[in-house]
């Protein structure tokens, strides 16, 4: 069998050297400083993971990822950065849906690891061929068009504020049914008792942080599509809920209608996608949660969600 | 007349601590009565004293009006037994006892006559409190005015740090992001080096091995085939060609990396000169030079630079850091009026006898016409919030101000702006760069 393909583009060639020798041997490699080779390659070969640094001449890390991510959904994304600037990381979550954000200067075992991961997953991703993920937002309009399904999933929404619960309401109309939860209790409940598909939250409600939730729950339920809505941009905290959390969309408030129907209504069918064919979930896997504070929640969600499945078992 | 009556939200002590507790005349006393009260000590500063009836001050009688009258011929004897009142000014200053001790003292020296010929009533409530001396009062101001002054300064200072903490931010970001990219492959390549060095250890090891089995007194074959194999083999993969050119050049490239950190950092020592002193005779070439590396991060991809550097130039007086501070805001500026892509930097500098000029020219979106006079006000920004505070130019228009220099620009919209920073060759005084 032949090695996987691994490609790296960077603009510093001391990079690519570098790396290069990290993974000799065990992959395809293919360097470049060209965006344009690197969007060729991944059009013309199968290319298993692509690590992109985000500042380049020509072309920003983020947007080649999307690029990459239109030409060939299979191919694993990552991004590595000198300096992890918001709009970069915002970007590279809702256009380029990176599968992890690393900096410079890494780890190597780390990044090894990463990397042969990501590796595994576009596998099976190419193996799983024809049931590949669509391309949610080429196919936009920006007006909410709920398919037509036996049983439409739960959104849940995660917040304090009353309006962004009306706000979904309003977009998804009669089609989808919407609960809103205002702590984590609630939001177990409601994980508990609905189909949840897709979840629109803040990073805390009632002043405690729900972000070791959102990555517990995609590391247990992947289907589960989780839009992050907030006012606040903590680079660091952002990364974790890529890295951990594999995030959808990171949206700031105040709400901007359009871009939020729009998240939402692609968000639902990624859902449907990873309901409808589990192999692709494993595209979202997670890394494990490194900030203790994190830790207490997930264990506590953890023991909620094996529960549950034990309940499911019983019936 | 009176004094606007505030319930002062500044303190309204201020006025009470110049109260005079002057005992006032009633108004049936005589001229003559009043003449004698000026002389007592306890009213020796007063210009004139209080009529006082029922509480309510009716009016002042003044030592000028007695003095005119006394002065007259006969003065004393037509006018000494007369009322206090025939003589007194009905319409004194009054001033309420609560209000604030600048609408006090803006309101008296309306009043004031030359010469000064009258003090002020103090009223609580329309009633009689006390007096004023005038010249009190305006000394009390002149000390509110000084440290209101001098708290402007400090405040001034204040926010002429916290831009430099602003622009120390954003260098520190472009900095970080300069310095991780060699420091990537450096540790990369030190790691990959270490675990070759471990391969090479063991090898090593191996090879030691197989030279006690040969110099042992009884020799094992069948061993000694087995250790030969694996040295060999251990051998091979070291010393293969490959490898050794790839790990010479990672090694070539890990000094490099390192030699590119150390002048990062010489770099940024540079720009900021914490370790000289603050005023030095520098080349302005040099300064836009380090500025550059600075802003490199946040230009690079933006902004195409021309550098047209006039030669042989002067050295300039002047204190380096505050004019990389200035050229920093310039360049930002520049890079953030040009759009993603085709913006161009013209870096210029010439001199003639006095003067060194800097021309900092940018093909961005230029500034409105009617915004043009108000670009160097503090505060004035058209960037959304959280982008700009709009203290770079105003900032930078002080140092250069401070250093005897002006800064001028010109602009047309869609076209682009130039900025020319004019320095003189004759430096200024030392003490005005010290701030
Ligand atoms: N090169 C330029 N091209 C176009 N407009 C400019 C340029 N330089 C300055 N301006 C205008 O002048 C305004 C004031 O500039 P200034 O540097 O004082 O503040 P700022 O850049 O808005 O904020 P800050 O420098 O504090 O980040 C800017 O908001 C912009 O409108
Ligand atoms: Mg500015």
Known sequence: ?????????????????????????????????????????????????????????????????????????????????????????????????????????????????????????????????PAAPPEPLQTETGQFVAPEVARPETILVLDDDAEIYHAVQDIVGTSQPVIWARDLDQALTALEREAIGVV?????????????????????????VTIVLTPFADVSVFIGLINQGQVYRLLPKPLR?????????????????????????????????KAPEEVSVATRVMGFLSRMRRAGAAT | MNAPLRSGSESPADLARLRLDVA??????????????????????MLCLPIVANGRAVGTISRHTLNNVFLRRFGRELYGTRSVTTLMNAEPIRVSLSAPLDDAARFVAARLGAPITEDFVLEDDGRYAGMGVAVDLLSALQQRVDSAFTALKASQAQLVQSEKMASLGQMVAGVAHEINTPLGYVRNNVEMVASLFEDGVQTLGEHHKLLDMLTADDLDEAALAKQIARCSDLGASLADPELLADTRALLRDTLHGVDTIKDLVVNLRNFSRLDQSRVAEVSINDCIDQTLVIAHNAIKHRLEIIKRYGENL?????????????????????????????????????????????????????????????????????KPVGQGTGLGLSISQQIVQAHGGTIHVVSELQRGTKFVISLPLRAASESALAA
């Open chain 1, 1 to 129: 069998m032949s090695k996987p393909t691994l490609l790296l583009i960077d603009d510093e060639e001391r990079i690519l050297r570098s790396l290069a020798m990290l993974f000799r041997g065990q992959y395809d490699l293919l360097a470049t400083t060209d965006p344009g080779v690197a969007l060729r390659a991944v059009t013309e070969q199968r290319v298993h993971v692509v690590v992109s640094d985000q500042r380049m001449p020509q072309m920003r890390g983020a947007e080649l990822l999307k690029q990459v991510r239109a030409r060939s959904p299979q191919t694993m994304r990552i991004l590595l950065t000198g300096y992890s600037e918001l709009d970069a990381v915002v970007a590279s979550v809702n256009e380029g849906e990176i599968f992890r954000f690393v900096n410079k200067p890494w780890d190597a075992a780390e990044l090894r690891d990463t990397v042969a991961q990501a590796t595994n997953i576009s596998a099976s991703l190419f193996a799983a061929g």
């Open chain 1, 200 to 224: 629109v939250s803040e990073l805390a409600v009632a002043n405690h942080s729900v972000t070791g939730l959102l990555k517990m729950l995609k590391a247990e339920r992947p289907e589960i």
């Open chain 1, 257 to 289: 209608r359009g871009a939020f129907s729009m998240s939402l209504a692609s968000a639902l069918r990624h859902h449907r996608v990873l309901r409808s064919a589990p192999a692709l979930r494993a595209a979202h896997a997670v890394e494990t949660i």
């Open chain 2, 24 to 45: 006032p005349l009633a108004p049936t006393a005589t001229v003559d009565a009043a003449a004698e009260a000026f002389l007592e000590a306890a009213n020796a500063r």
């Open chain 2, 314 to 382: 002067p050295a300039v007086r002047c204190s380096p850091s505050q004019i990389n501070q200035v050229l920093l805001n310039l360049i930002t500026n520049a890079g953030q009026a040009v759009g993603e892509d085709g913006g161009k930097l013209l870096l210029k500098t010439e001199a003639d006898a006095d003067w060194l000029r800097i021309h900092i020219q940018d093909n961005g979106r230029g500034i409105a016409a009617e915004h043009l006079a108000k670009i160097f006000d503090p505060f004035f920004t058209t």
